[in-house]
């Protein structure tokens, strides 16, 4: 067996680290003080750790740390391309999941240091692989693989920022699909309200469309297990801010998928449970087309709330008796 390359460690400077990295890193060297030597240099081997075996407990523990550190510094010769967090060998647990900047950042339950974060450029709703390490009994981010299943572009485009376009149809995409009796001749970029719209015609809609996402907010607990995975579901009993977090998360998903040049469908369906104006008019507002990609929102919302604000901008409005 061939054995790996033993790559220098570079030294890193502890008083010239950030308060925030000083932080991470008096918590990565605790939590490798709590091992025996023998296992610290197994770890420091999988690391790359230079000569690992000939080194005391205090010197590894130093090399240790500074190996995980140095990734999230600037790295020389590599000004132009700041994705220093990124690594494809790293062993480790790992995890797959959407990062969401709640909390100061995290993958469900594991979080991001706003080191990494910054440096791989995270948005919410990215779609982020990578190796986790169980710090100070936590379980912290250490290395991103991979964010939307590749190392992101300096260049890559902000939904804000995209230019928008005339409206294209969704033709052969969803022909002979319940959808296209629902909505008949619908577009990409619409913003369409369906008065009274019934749980199963949202699942419908939502099926009839290659790229879609399900948002339903404020249904009974017992219907959650029940709808479709990927679906995002903010049950009766969640509260007002779990609510908009959840919903604000589905919302930012979608942004992504466009971004990366996707026709994506958000049906939202209990719409007037949401509670915040504000996030329930950044949700109807979104609908748009691009030259590649748009955002067709479909809402279940009663046409005359707020003086009709959302009607004015909605591009139809079906109503149910």
Same mark, same amino acid.
């Given at each position: 067996?061939?054995?790996?390359?033993?790559?220098?460690?570079?030294?890193?400077?502890?008083?010239?680290? #950030?308060?925030?990295?000083?932080?991470?890193?008096?918590?990565?060297?605790?939590?490798?003080?709590?091992? @025996?030597?023998? *296992?610290?240099?197994?770890? +420091?081997?999988?690391?790359?750790?230079?000569?690992?075996?000939?080194?005391?407990?205090?010197?590894?523990? !130093?090399?240790?740390?500074?190996?995980?550190?140095?990734?999230?510094?600037?790295?020389?010769?590599?000004?132009?391309?700041?994705?220093?967090?990124?690594?494809?060998?790293?062993?480790?647990?790992?995890?797959?999941?959407?990062?969401?900047?709640?909390?100061?950042?995290?993958?469900?339950? %594991?979080?991001?240091?706003?080191?990494?974060?910054?440096?791989?450029?995270?948005?919410?709703?990215?779609?982020?692989?990578?190796?986790?390490?169980?710090?100070?009994?936590?379980?912290?981010?250490?290395?991103?693989?991979?964010?939307?299943?590749?190392?992101?572009?300096? @260049?890559?485009?902000?939904?804000?920022?995209?230019?928008?376009?005339?409206?294209?149809?969704?033709?052969?995409?969803?022909?002979?699909?319940?959808?296209?009796?629902?909505?008949?001749?619908?577009?990409?970029?619409?913003?369409?309200?369906?008065?009274?719209?019934?749980?199963?015609?949202?699942?419908?809609?939502?099926?009839?469309?290659?790229?879609?996402?399900? *948002?339903?907010?404020?249904?009974?607990?017992?219907?959650?297990? +029940?709808?479709?995975?990927?679906?995002?579901?903010?049950?009766?009993?969640?509260?007002?801010?779990?609510? *908009?977090?959840? #919903?604000? *998360?589905?919302?930012?998903?979608?942004?992504?998928?466009?971004?990366?040049? !996707?026709?994506?469908?958000? %049906?939202?369906?209990?719409?007037?449970?949401?509670?915040?104006?504000? #996030?329930?008019?950044?949700?109807?507002?979104?609908?748009?087309?691009?030259? @590649?990609?748009?955002?067709?929102?479909?809402?279940? %919302?009663?046409?005359?709330?707020?003086?009709?604000?959302?009607?004015?901008?909605? #591009?139809?409005?079906?109503? @149910?008796?």
């Amino acid at each position: 067996m061939s054995r790996k390359k033993r790559l220098p460690t570079k030294v890193v400077d502890y008083d010239s680290l #950030t308060d925030e990295l000083k932080g991470l890193y008096d918590k990565i060297y605790n939590a490798f003080d709590q091992k @025996n030597i023998f *296992l610290l240099r197994e770890e +420091a081997m999988e690391m790359s750790v230079e000569s690992p075996t000939t080194l005391s407990k205090d010197d590894l523990l !130093k090399r240790m740390t500074d190996r995980i550190i140095s990734d999230y510094l600037p790295q020389e010769g590599k000004t132009d391309e700041p994705w220093n967090v990124f690594k494809e060998n790293v062993t480790g647990e790992r995890v797959r999941g959407m990062y969401e900047d709640v909390n100061g950042g995290r993958i469900g339950r %594991v979080l991001v240091p706003a080191a990494v974060a910054r440096d791989a450029m995270l948005r919410t709703g990215d779609i982020v692989e990578g190796v986790v390490s169980d710090l100070a009994g936590g379980k912290t981010l250490v290395v991103i693989n991979s964010v939307e299943g590749e190392v992101p572009s300096k @260049n890559r485009k902000w939904f804000s920022d995209i230019p928008v376009s005339e409206r294209r149809d969704f033709g052969t995409l969803i022909e002979g699909t319940k959808a296209s009796g629902i909505l008949p001749g619908l577009k990409m970029g619409e913003r369409v309200i369906i008065t009274d719209m019934a749980m199963t015609t949202a699942n419908d809609i939502i099926g009839s469309f290659p790229t879609s996402i399900g *948002l339903f907010v404020g249904v009974a607990p017992e219907y959650e297990s +029940a709808l479709e995975q990927g679906n995002f579901v903010a049950s009766f009993d969640c509260t007002t801010a779990e609510t *908009l977090r959840i #919903t604000r *998360l589905a919302l930012e998903r979608a942004k992504r998928l466009c971004e990366h040049g !996707k026709d994506v469908v958000l %049906v939202v369906y209990g719409f007037d449970f949401i509670g915040d104006r504000d #996030t329930e008019r950044a949700i109807f507002g979104s609908g748009r087309c691009f030259s @590649n990609g748009s955002l067709t929102v479909i809402v279940d %919302v009663n046409k005359d709330k707020d003086e009709k604000i959302f009607a004015k901008i909605s #591009t139809r409005i079906i109503e @149910n008796k």
